[in-house]
Every structure is written in C-alpha cells, then in structure tokens.
C-alpha cells in the first residue's frame, strides 16, 4: 500500500475538526457580518509570541455548550478552546522568519473574555490577561457576546530575524479587519491594520522589497483606475508622435510626483472635503481635455502646460490610493513613494504602448484622423460629464468653513507657499526647455 502524503499536521487539524463538530448541545451559527481580529506579535530570545482576540462567533461550525436559557457554558467549553483556536486561527496563518515558514505553533493558553474587556490595550495587558484568571464558570453571557483570546509560540532562531506573516483571516467573517502590532526588540512598535486578506506582509522590511512591493501597487494602480486611463486616452488622441507626448508625459509625471510626495509628507489638507474635491477635478480634467481634442487648434500646443495643472490634481489622487499602503513601507516612505511613482510611469508606458498603435490603425483603416478625435473625446467627455456630476453633487455636501486663524494654519500656509514657490520653478525651468527646443527648430539629417 502506498504511503500517505497528507503530513500530521493535516491529520490533526481534521482529527479537530472532528473532535469540535462532536458535542451538538448548540446549534451551528451563520457567517458574522463584521470582524475585527486584534493581535500582537513580538519576538524574545528563541520565542515568537503571538496573541490574538477574535469573536467567538467567528469560530463557526463548532457546537459550544450551552446551559438555561442559553448561556455560554463557560466550564464544559473551556477543554475545546486550543482545538478551536488552532483551527481556526494558527492553521490560518503563514508566519515566517528570514522567508522560511515557521513550524505550527503550540497554544499555550487560551481564554473567554467578555466583550467589554479592554485589556488587548497593549501587549502587556493582553498578556496579563491571557495567562491570568479565568472568567467565573457561573458567568451568565451569551456564546456571541464573548471573544476568543489565545496566545501562540513559534520556535524561532532569532529575535533579530526577518519576520513577515501572510495572514488568512478573511474567513473569519465577511467583512474581516485584521489590526497587528508587531513589537521587535528594539521596542518601536509598528501597527499595521488591513481588511480582507493582503497577502505577504513584511513587518520589518528592507528597501528593495519596500521597492518591489510598491512598484507593484503603482503598475497596478494605473491599470485600475479608469479615470486616469481616460485622461491618458485624451491626451493620446491627438499627440501620437514621440516628441509631443514625451513633453506631455514628462510634464503629467513631474507634476504628480510632486503632489504625491507633498501629500506623503503631510502638506495636504487632511478636511473630509478634500478628496471629494480632489475626486471631481479629476473628472473635470477628463471633460476638459475631451473638449480641448474636439476644439483643436493652437490649444495643443500648451497642452503640456495644462497637463501639468491637472497632474498635480491626479498626484492627490494617487496618494488617497497610498493611505492604507504606506504602512507596509517600513521606515523606507521615500524610498516606497519613488517606487510608487516607478509603478505608476511604467503602467503608463504599458498603456501608451497599447494605446498609440490601435489609434494609428483606427485613423488610417477605419475612420479619418479628424473625425475619429471628435467621436473617441465626445465618448470620453460623456463618461467623464457623469463622474463630474456625480462627485460634484457627492462634494456639494459637504460644508466648507474657513478656519480660524492659529499657528498650525500658519505653518500649513508657509508650507503650502513654499510648494507654490518650488511648482513655479519647475515650470519656469520646463517652459525655458521647450522654448529652447522650439527655437533650436528640428535638426536636419
């Protein structure tokens, strides 16, 4: 008879698995709307100590005792609670040390802690907590008004190692936000919190893999948002040829880098106006260049000049897409802002490189050049007027008020005049290159 691939840990979750779906006193609970799952995770010596809190009704598919009128059994659950734990928590998650998986953990304790606890405050409280007394077994509570609280230990060869965790929490419910604080010895605490599942997370990481993973957010970025695609596709329409889209380009990525790292670094307002505002401009720069195309004229001449107004309005946008990101970037922010860019300008290359060739073979086999502009920015104006009525009536809203006059709203204006004074400088330069270039004239072979 062959010999068995499954491994023993396989085995002993489905042994669990079996062993908690036995006792049928409860009946078996639906899927919970909304989880949030709190953890810390801190190494010391040859030990990774990971404690954890979840909602006990996001531990499905287990039947807990009940007794009365259907009050949680505290004293008959108690056995079953490190077989539910690392069924459900531990097997879920990949932790890994210098990118090795670390072996199953042990669960050293496990307890059933009321929903107003509020020890999970900070790691040694939680501990406290944890390996401290248990709740009375005469405690009258409900199995969906307690929390789950364990704590696990890896073996581990260093506390100085590597860590990163891919985390498969999202089962938990459907809607899971997961809030991890990693503490390393060198006591700065870091604190992530995603929803869903993001993948392999770094909880230390060096610059090349904050690059790495940022390069890859900002290709992705571009390809996903559709507005900004649109607004790629306005400028393309009519500037096909390498010379006039390199200015235009050069100019849209010069100007939201700048507003990106601006906003990066804290000199944008932080009002809740303000990305819906920023969310609208955006529109109004896809309706604005759609128009521009069908007008024609000299007006494609600045073009360049008027893409980088409107891409500092897009570098606010991308930076909305890095507010949730800009946590798995360690201590390398600039390092991860660049490579954001990095991303960014590479997906517009991409979609440069698609765009300009299907446009050539649409004006010479299908429909002229003039009247394929006009059709092509006439649908782009269309899809980009309901965006702007849309955010405009979504932006409308909200009340603007002017603030009162403080030293911080001083700092922030001294700030903003020193971007101010640095944006003209850019475009002073850019605008000495391109009247340089126009006065050289083209070059004779």
């Known amino acids: ?11 002993g979750s489905w042994v669990r698995a079996i062993v908690l779906l036995l006792p049928s ?5 639906d899927i919970p709307q909304d989880v949030l799952v709190q953890a810390f995770l801190k190494p010391a010596g040859d030990r990774l100590h990971l404690l954890v809190r979840v909602p006990l009704q996001a531990i499905r598919d287990v039947n807990f005792p009940v007794r009365g009128p259907g009050y949680l059994d505290l004293e008959r659950a108690e056995p079953g609670l490190p077989d539910a734990a690392t069924l459900w928590i531990s097997d879920a998650l990949e932790i890994y040390e210098n990118d090795r998986r670390l072996p199953g953990p042990l669960a ?29 077994g005469d405690t009258q509570v409900y199995w969906n008004q307690t929390m789950l609280d364990a704590l696990f230990e890896y073996p581990v060869h260093s506390d100085g190692s590597e860590f990163s965790i891919r985390p498969g929490l999202a089962r ?6 997961t809030a991890l604080r990693f503490l390393p010895p060198s006591g700065a605490v870091r604190a992530f919190q995603w929803a869903g599942d993001p993948g392999l997370v770094r909880l230390d990481p ?9 390069v890859q957010l900002g290709f992705l970025h571009i390809l996903d948002g559709t507005d900004h695609l649109l607004f790629l596709l306005c400028l393309v329409i009519p500037l096909r040829r390498f010379r006039a889209l390199l200015l235009v380009v050069t100019s849209f990525t010069l100007a939201h880098s700048i507003t990106l790292i601006a906003s990066a670094y804290n000199f944008a307002p932080d009002s809740l106006w303000f990305p819906p505002l920023i969310e609208t401009l955006i529109a109004v720069s896809i309706v604005y260049m759609a128009l521009e195309n069908i007008v024609g004229g000299s007006r494609l001449e600045r073009r360049w000049l008027v893409t980088f107004g409107f891409g500092l309005v897009h570098g606010f946008g991308f930076s909305f897409a890095l507010r949730q990101t800009m946590q798995f970037a360690g201590s390398h922010m600039l390092t991860s802002l660049v490579s954001f860019n990095v991303g960014v300008e590479l997906g517009q290359i991409l979609v440069l490189a698609v765009l300009v060739p299907l446009l050539e073979v649409l004006f010479r086999f299908v429909v002229v050049e003039r009247m394929g502009t006009i059709i092509a920015s006439a649908l782009v104006a269309h899809t980009g007027w309901h965006w702007m009525m849309e955010r405009g009536q979504r932006l409308s809203q909200f009340s603007f008020q002017w603030p009162a006059v403080s030293a911080a709203l001083l700092a922030s204006g001294l700030r903003w005049l020193m971007l101010l004074v640095i944006l003209a ?9 391109v009247t340089g270039l126009d006065k050289a004239g083209p070059k004779q072979l």
Request: aromatic share 8%.
């Open 425 to 433: 400088g850019v475009v002073w330069i850019v605008y000495r290159g």
């Open 172 to 177: 938990l419910g459907l809607r899971v936000v």
């Open 1 to 11: 008879m062959p010999s068995s691939n499954v491994t023993s840990r396989g085995i």
């Open 206 to 214: 060096r610059w090349s893999q904050a690059a790495r993973r940022f």
């Open 25 to 29: 006193t409860a009946a078996a609970h």
């Open 108 to 136: 050293v304790r496990t307890r059933l802690s009321l929903e107003s606890d509020r020890s999970f405050a900070s790691y040694a409280e939680a501990l406290a907590h944890v390996t401290g007394a248990k709740l009375p």
